[in-house]
């Protein structure tokens, strides 16, 4: 039904039915977007997903479950990743996410943003920390991309929604909470400190350069 979704609205599909398949598939050009069930017969989707962000694969990646609990939609986005849709969904949802998750507003005339010793390049969608690589998920990028160019000002949680998700939404503020968390962890001690919650109204990034 997916495959069947995604080609009569246009995109190209390779479909696979378990992570052996979706692997070997991986290792080909890269894709613009991964949707990825949780259950597979020969394997778990969220580990599937974490050896992705594991081999530094920032591929955006939504999972596909039944599971409703808060819990288990943590655990996907902790694995790496990007969005969350609950079984049963409408195919428009779907759709919407993808594009959310493959959207590019129009770029700035820099193509590196650079303040104390982070460094992120737009145009390779990466992040440097003290002269090291740091993989970010695709949401995570644009989070971090928001906050840096809005340094020293409160981006509040709406502006963030808006910007990232498309719109606002009970699963989608919950997401950002959890990859703000994640984002301090893989900033680093000095950084994450910078990394401020502002609460009721939003985030900030500001620290000395």
């Known amino acids: 039904m ?5 080609c009569i609205a246009g995109h190209q599909v390779d479909a696979v039915e378990d992570v052996a398949g979706a692997t070997a598939c991986l290792r080909g050009p890269a894709y613009d977007v991964v949707v990825l069930d ?19 694969c920032s591929v955006p990646v939504l999972m596909l479950t039944a599971r409703t609990n808060v819990a288990d939609r943590v655990a996907g986005l902790e694995a790496g990743a990007d969005d969350y849709l609950r079984k049963p969904f409408a195919v428009t ?3 919407a996410r ?8 129009p770029r ?16 390779q969608r990466r992040l440097r920390v ?6 970010l998920t695709l949401r995570e990028f644009q989070i971090l991309e928001l906050l840096l160019r809005r340094r020293g000002r409160v981006v509040t949680k709406t502006d ?3 910007s990232v998700w498309g719109a606002e939404s009970a699963g989608a503020e919950a997401s950002l909470e959890v990859l703000i968390s994640r ?27």
């Open 183 to 209: 984002l301090r962890r893989k900033l680093g001690v000095g950084e994450a400190a910078a990394l401020r919650t502002h609460r009721g109204l939003g985030y900030s990034l500001s620290f000395d350069p």
């Open 130 to 135: 003290a002269g090291h690589d740091v993989p």
């Open 38 to 56: 949780w259950m597979l017969p020969d394997g778990s989707g969220v580990d599937l997903c974490r050896q992705m962000r594991e081999t530094r």
């Open 93 to 95: 949802e779907l759709l």
């Open 98 to 105: 993808l594009r959310a998750l493959t959207r590019r507003g």
């Open 108 to 123: 700035l005339a820099e193509s590196v943003l650079r303040h104390g010793e982070l460094e992120i390049d737009l145009d």
């Open 160 to 162: 963030i929604l808006t």
């Open 2 to 6: 997916v495959e069947s979704a995604l």
